[in-house]
């Protein structure tokens, strides 16, 4: 089992920046694909942005790329999102999940754990 714990989630106004982090523990081998997800208020879990165990190959959806940024650091058990030019559409509850697989997976079924999320609120 990976057990994901968010964090960095917050209010920011729109154009902000915010970097959340995800911390993983337990049987971290497990987690070789780290992605970031959201899910707006009365709308499905979409993807953002997934990345390699190495973080060699990243993956972002449309509509973060060239905003935010995923990285990891294996050393801490970490994964970060870097989000920059922030608009309100960017609020939503954020998630972490890890996938078993060494393919950079993007779909929602691919990922085996998930952390609980963290909020961000884009204000106008």
């Known amino acids: 089992q990976v057990q994901l714990v968010e964090s960095g989630g917050g209010l920011v106004e729109a154009g902000g920046s915010l970097r959340l982090s995800c911390a993983a523990s337990?049987?971290?081998?497990?987690?070789?694909?780290m992605g970031w997800f959201r899910q707006a208020p009365g709308k499905e879990r979409e993807f953002l942005a997934s990345?390699?165990?190495?973080?060699?190959?990243?993956y972002y959806a449309d509509s973060v790329k060239g905003r935010f940024t995923i990285s990891r650091d294996n050393a801490k058990n970490a994964v970060y999102l870097q989000m920059n030019s922030l608009k309100p559409g960017d609020t939503g509850v954020y998630y972490c999940?890890?996938?078993?697989?060494?393919?950079?997976?993007?779909?929602?079924?691919?990922?085996?754990?998930w952390g609980r999320g963290t909020q961000v609120t884009v204000s106008s």
């Open positions: 999940a890890a996938a078993n697989t060494i393919v950079l997976v993007i779909t929602r079924k691919e990922f085996d754990y």
């Open positions: 990345i390699s165990w190495t973080g060699g190959r990243t």
């Open positions: 337990g049987r971290t081998s497990s987690a070789y694909v």
